[in-house]
């Protein structure tokens, strides 16, 4: 199952890495595809999305779902 979120606030590779950290900490088998031009990330994973919204939001950052 596919989760994408519109990072706004994410403005660089640190803050991708960030997220990515948050994510992989949620589900370490996760894929995550970060597109920092286009504040898009896109999670690969069987949990549910509201529990990568909140490990985003942790890390200091505003997911959107898109």
């Known amino acids: 199952m596919s989760t994408t ?3 706004n606030d994410m ?6 890495g960030v ?3 948050a994510v992989k ?3 370490a088998n996760a894929k995550v595809d970060i597109t920092v ?3 898009r990330v896109v999670i690969d ?3 549910p999305a509201q529990q990568f919204a909140e490990a985003i ?3 200091g950052y ?3 779902a898109a």
Do not use: G, M, W, Y
């Open 5 to 7: 979120f519109t990072v």
């Open 11 to 16: 403005t660089c590779n640190h803050c991708a």
């Open 19 to 21: 997220i990515t950290k």
């Open 25 to 27: 900490e949620v589900d």
């Open 37 to 39: 031009a286009d504040k």
């Open 45 to 47: 994973s069987s949990l």
């Open 57 to 59: 939001e942790e890390a």
């Open 62 to 64: 505003t997911p959107v």
